[in-house]
């Protein structure tokens, strides 16, 4: 029973690498709306000044 590794040990790269995937866009997002410049807010906004929502009804 001494030579079974651990999960850590069998898994070393592949539980850090499923930790990026699966953090990273999620810290992309907090991260990346705080640290946007004046021209990435005045678009984000212009675009939501403009959207309108389509008709349901039509869309079925």
């Given at each position: ?47 939501l ?5 389509p ?6």
């Amino acid at each position: 029973m001494a030579d079974k590794n651990p999960f850590y040990q069998q898994y070393s790269v592949a539980v850090p690498l499923l930790l990026v995937v699966t953090l990273g866009p999620l810290a992309a997002l907090s991260i990346g709306s705080k640290v946007a410049d004046e021209e990435t807010r005045a678009r984000a906004e212009a675009g939501l000044e403009n959207y309108e929502p389509p008709d349901i009804f039509t869309t079925l």
